[in-house]
């Protein structure tokens, strides 16, 4: 059974940074590509950023609204999945949500990032 | 970036009734669309893929169809689980994008 968990959400300060984590298992992590999606509260669904797999050189694309401020990672050894969001704003409040492939088929929980002094 | 404007952005129909969903490209996306459907403090669940292909264990009466700029999802015969967030997403390019969303609710 695939699963997803989703860490690392929390209340954040403006400015500052943050580390989500997403942890899988019930598949091989090391085929696919695996993505972070956000929604504000409630708001639509918003894309934010995909990394690709080792035959595809581990290539990374992002949101254009949020280039420049967060970062995609894997750990194939640990089947998991990484985001770092720096320079929190407001507006980046949100549950973050990761999700598999390029057709979203398997979601987490999400975990909620509240930006707010 | 390719944008998605999905309508309506809420609809209210009678239980057992049909309704349809649309949502239309800036430009041909060559049928890379998935509709998701979302419950309340839930999170979304794949309906549609390629346009037209039922996910695994979606009831039969979510349907998808379109080409090109324009995609559609219907839904017949309305059940009260069918209450929800709909939203459609292309995959043709980066950046994935989303449409805005139809809230749905039985009258």
């Known amino acids: 059974e695939v699963q997803i968990l989703e860490t690392g959400g929390g209340l954040v300060k403006p400015g500052g940074s943050l580390r989500l984590s997403c942890a899988t298992s019930?598949?091989?992590?090391?085929?696919?590509?695996m993505n972070w999606v956000r929604q504000a509260p409630g708001k639509g669904l918003e894309w934010v950023a995909q990394i690709r797999n080792k035959n595809y050189n581990y290539a990374t694309y992002y949101a254009e609204s949020l280039e420049g401020r967060v970062t995609i990672s894997r750990d194939d050894s640990k089947s998991s999945v990484y985001l770092q969001v720096s320079s929190l704003r407001a507006e980046d409040t949100a549950i973050y949500y990761c999700?598999?492939?390029?057709?979203?088929?398997?979601w987490g929980q999400g975990t909620l990032v509240t930006v707010s002094s | 970036d390719i944008q998605m404007t999905q309508s309506p952005a809420s609809l209210s129909a009678s239980l057992g009734e049909t309704v349809t969903i649309e949502c239309r490209a800036s430009?041909?996306?060559?049928?890379?669309l998935a509709w998701y459907q979302q419950k309340p403090g839930k999170s979304p669940q794949l309906l549609i893929y390629?346009?037209?292909s039922l996910h695994t264990g979606v009831p039969s009466r979510f349907s998808g169809s379109g080409s090109g700029t324009q995609y559609s999802l219907k839904i017949n015969s309305l059940q009260s689980e069918d209450v929800a967030s709909y939203f459609c997403q292309q995959y043709y390019d980066y950046p994935f994008t989303f449409g805005s969303g139809t809230k749905l609710e039985i009258k």
């Open positions: 019930g598949f091989n992590f090391n085929d696919y590509f």
């Open positions: 390629n346009a037209n």
């Open positions: 999700t598999r492939c390029v057709v979203f088929a398997y």
């Open positions: 430009e041909d996306i060559y049928n890379g």
